[in-house]
């Protein structure tokens, strides 16, 4: 079995920054691809980035172009999601997400694995 377990998450003002972690721990695995959805109150849970682990492609939303950079450690298995210019709107609760293939890694059902999230709090 695979766990993903993410850190970093907590409370932050508008415009300033927070760094997630996601390792993934358990029997051998080497994913194809890794990402981070959020979830805000009362909506539905949404792409934020992803990056494709052979070669490092990476993929974001237009909400969090620019502001937002997701990268790995490879021999770890670990994502982290560097977070800058934090705006209220950017409040959820992050997931971090596995697949073991590498395409549409932007829609939830390209992923087997999923953390149990962390929340993320921008007070304006």
């Known amino acids: 079995q695979v766990q993903l377990v993410e850190s970093g998450g907590g409370l932050v003002q508008a415009g300033g920054s927070l760094r997630l972690s996601c390792a993934a721990s358990?029997?051998?695995?080497?994913?194809?691809?890794m990402g981070w959805f959020r979830q805000a109150p009362g909506k539905e849970r949404e792409f934020v980035a992803a990056?494709?682990?052979?070669?490092?492609?990476?993929y974001y939303a237009d909400s969090v172009k620019g502001r937002f950079t997701i990268s790995r450690d490879n021999a770890k298995v670990t994502v982290f999601l560097q977070m800058n210019s934090l705006k209220p709107e950017d409040t959820a609760v992050y997931f971090c997400?596995?697949?073991?293939?590498?395409?549409?890694?932007?829609?939830?059902?390209?992923?087997?694995?999923w953390g149990q999230g962390t929340q993320v709090t921008v007070s304006s």
């Open positions: 997400a596995a697949a073991r293939n590498d395409y549409a890694v932007f829609r939830e059902l390209a992923y087997d694995y």
């Open positions: 358990g029997r051998t695995f080497s994913p194809n691809a």
């Open positions: 990056i494709v682990w052979s070669g490092g492609r990476t």
